[in-house]
Structures are given as C-alpha cells and as structure tokens.
C-alpha cells in the first residue's frame, strides 16, 4: 500500500479516486499538445488534488 503524495495518510488501492502524477512538456501561446509524458510513480486521494487546486493544505480540515 503506497502513501499519498500529498498527505501521510496510506492510499488504499483499490479506490476509484486516485490521482497519477504525470509529467510532460508543451509548447506554444496555448500550452497544449503535451508530449513526452512520464509517469512519476506518484499517487494522491481525490480530496488531496482538489484541496490542492482550491490553494488549501491537503492535511487541513475545512473549515465548515
């Protein structure tokens, strides 16, 4: 069982919420077209990326 990427907690495997990270590289005004992906091997819980993306702390409670 891997940890998160993004938090300590464990990530259970079998979960349909999971995040790969993957990197690329674009090009142009737009930035689309990405090419030479590479997987990182790491994984993040769904609730992570998206606290991630709100600029919250993925460790932190919310706060309602």
């Given at each position: 069982?891997a940890t998160c990427a993004l938090c300590p ?11 790969e990270e993957v990197t690329s ?40």
């Open positions: 069982m907690n464990k990530l259970n495997n079998g979960d349909d919420d999971i995040y590289w674009v090009h142009g005004a737009k930035k689309d077209g990405a090419v030479l992906r590479q997987h990182t091997g790491n994984f993040a819980h769904g609730d992570c990326v998206r606290k991630k993306q709100e600029g919250q702390a993925p460790g932190q409670e919310p706060l309602f």
